[in-house]
């Protein structure tokens, strides 16, 4: 028998389907287990008290990921973590990533069930790319093409993408720009804290809203999409006719789609914001 005993308090890393190779599901556990840990070592009693294996095979399988970069032990200390192996591995996946496909099915569900058009934005400069949409069964048409460009700080995306900033970022942004959130009329100085305070009120709920601001009966969302290091590279952008009420529920559904994104792009949002992990 393989398990070993889990003492009181501990969590075993549940499998849901039967292993096709175990030695290789063991392993996969291993990695998780490291990735998983809040400090960046851990001992071979702990990592096999936590993935739920005798200590004979966890040093084995440990020893054979030391082979090909996947895992470092550190000798004074006696404990392992994540090798730097996984980074080649990692930026091999990340080179080939192809946005479209990684949003589509995000994009059509997000669409489809607000009836309402969604936008993959990517951030380059001081503008946002629209490089893949969706667009849902809408009562009154509404089309942005693949390729157009929205200035960086208009409207609901500008409000996502700006509150995500990095602190000094965000700063010389609110100084230099001034054609925030409200068309194409410079921002009155006024309105600056009602701004600021909007700003923060999307970084507790992870999306942001415009209420006809850009173009008047249609409404718009947004939420930040994040790559590796958690940092902000675009926005989920969901515009249409639908009613001011339903903004909260669809700025939700939004941050949620957005937040899947960027999981599939290699952030972690369990981090910090631009954590460079």
Same mark, same amino acid.
């Given at each position: 028998?393989?398990? /070993? %005993?889990?003492?009181?308090?501990?969590?075993?890393?549940?499998?849901?389907?039967?292993?096709?190779?175990? !030695?290789?599901?063991?392993?996969?556990?291993?990695?998780?287990?490291? %990735?998983?840990?809040?400090?960046?070592?851990?001992?071979?009693?702990?990592?096999?008290?936590?993935?739920?294996?005798?200590?004979?095979?966890? #040093?084995?399988?440990?020893?054979?990921? +030391? +082979?090909?970069?996947?895992?470092?032990? &550190?000798?004074?200390?006696?404990? #392992? $973590?994540?090798?730097?192996?996984?980074?080649?591995?990692?930026?091999? =996946?990340?080179?080939?990533?192809?946005? +479209?496909?990684?949003?589509?099915?995000?994009?059509? &569900?997000? !669409?489809? +069930?607000?009836? $309402?058009?969604?936008?993959?934005?990517?951030?380059?400069?001081?503008?946002?790319?629209?490089?893949?949409?969706?667009?849902?069964?809408?009562?009154?048409?509404?089309?942005?093409?693949?390729?157009?460009? *929205?200035? *960086?700080?208009?409207?609901?995306? @500008?409000? !996502?993408?700006?509150?995500?900033?990095?602190?000094?970022?965000q700063r010389a942004?609110l100084a230099r720009?001034?054609? *925030? *959130? #409200? @068309?194409?009329?410079?921002?009155?100085?006024?309105?600056?804290? /009602?701004?600021?305070?909007?700003?923060?009120?999307?970084?507790?709920?992870?999306? /942001?809203?415009? !209420?006809?601001?850009?173009?008047? @009966? =249609?409404? %718009?969302?947004?939420?930040?999409?994040?790559?590796?290091?958690?940092?902000?590279?675009?926005?989920?952008?969901?515009?249409?006719?639908?009613?001011?009420?339903?903004?909260?529920?669809? @700025?939700?559904?939004?941050? &949620?789609?957005? $937040?899947?994104?960027?999981?599939?792009?290699?952030?972690?949002?369990?981090?910090?914001?631009?954590?460079?992990?």
């Amino acid at each position: 028998m393989e398990a /070993a %005993a889990q003492p009181a308090g501990t969590k075993k890393i549940e499998s849901t389907e039967k292993p096709l190779v175990p !030695a290789v599901e063991q392993a996969a556990m291993v990695l998780i287990c490291l %990735a998983n840990n809040s400090r960046p070592q851990m001992t071979l009693t702990r990592i096999c008290r936590e993935v739920g294996i005798h200590k004979s095979k966890g #040093y084995n399988i440990l020893k054979t990921l +030391r +082979r090909f970069g996947l895992v470092e032990r &550190d000798e004074s200390s006696k404990t #392992y $973590s994540l090798g730097y192996g996984l980074l080649h591995l990692a930026r091999r =996946v990340l080179d080939h990533l192809d946005y +479209r496909a990684v949003a589509s099915p995000f994009l059509e &569900d997000l !669409a489809t +069930r607000t009836r $309402s058009t969604a936008l993959l934005g990517i951030l380059s400069a001081a503008q946002v790319f629209v490089v893949a949409k969706h667009e849902g069964d809408q009562g009154i048409g509404l089309t942005i093409r693949v390729g157009h460009r *929205f200035h *960086f700080t208009a409207g609901a995306h @500008g409000k !996502a993408l700006v509150a995500f900033l990095p602190p000094e970022e965000q700063r010389a942004v609110l100084a230099r720009d001034k054609l *925030f *959130f #409200y @068309g194409p009329k410079t921002m009155p100085a006024q309105k600056m804290p /009602a701004l600021k305070k909007e700003l923060a009120e999307c970084r507790d709920r992870g999306f /942001a809203t415009d !209420a006809g601001g850009l173009q008047p @009966g =249609v409404n %718009a969302v947004s939420a930040p999409v994040f790559g590796p290091g958690n940092v902000v590279i675009g926005c989920l952008i969901l515009i249409g006719t639908f009613p001011k009420n339903l903004m909260d529920r669809y @700025g939700r559904a939004t941050a &949620d789609a957005g $937040s899947g994104i960027s999981s599939r792009l290699g952030a972690d949002l369990g981090l910090p914001f631009g954590s460079q992990s």
